[in-house]
Nanobody, 127 residues
C-alpha cells in the first residue's frame, strides 16, 4: 500500500507557473505507475498526465500538452507536475494517483485504473 501527499498548489496569475509534487510513502515507489488528475469546479475529474513506473514513458491530456510536464524521481519517492503558461481554465484541485504494475513502460490514463489517491492540492489561476 502507498500513501500519497500532494503539495505545491496555490494562487497564481495567468501565464505563471507552478510545480506540484506528490510524495509517496513506502519503499516500493518504483513499482507504481503514477498519474495526475484534476477536478475543476462543477466538472468531472479529468486526466492530466501519467508516467510509467520507470519514468521512461509519459502521456498527457490534449489541453495540457506542451504546457505541463510530468516527471518522477524514484530515489525520492516523488512525482512532479510542472505546469507552465497557466490559464484560469486550469483552476482545479489536482490529485496524484498510483497503480502498482509489473509493466515498466505503460502509462495509465483513466481514473478507474488507479488504486491509490492523494488528498489533492488546489491550483487557482487568476486572470
Amino acid at each position: 500500500q502507498v500513501q500519497l501527499v500532494e503539495s505545491g498548489g496555490g494562487l497564481v496569475q495567468a501565464g505563471g507557473s507552478l510545480r506540484l509534487s506528490c510524495a509517496a510513502s513506502g519503499r516500493t515507489f518504483r513499482r507504481y505507475a503514477m498519474g495526475w488528475f484534476r477536478r475543476a469546479p462543477g466538472k468531472d475529474r479529468e486526466f492530466v498526465a501519467a508516467v510509467s513506473r520507470s519514468g521512461g514513458s509519459t502521456d498527457y491530456a490534449d489541453p495540457v500538452k506542451g504546457r505541463f510536464t510530468i516527471s518522477r524521481d524514484n530515489t525520492k519517492n516523488t512525482v512532479y507536475l510542472q505546469i507552465n503558461s497557466l490559464s484560469p481554465e486550469d483552476t482545479a484541485v489536482y490529485y496524484c494517483a498510483a497503480v502498482e504494475t509489473w509493466d515498466s513502460g505503460n502509462c495509465y490514463m483513466t481514473a478507474r485504473e488507479y488504486d491509490y489517491w492523494g488528498q489533492g492540492t488546489q491550483v487557482t489561476v487568476s486572470s
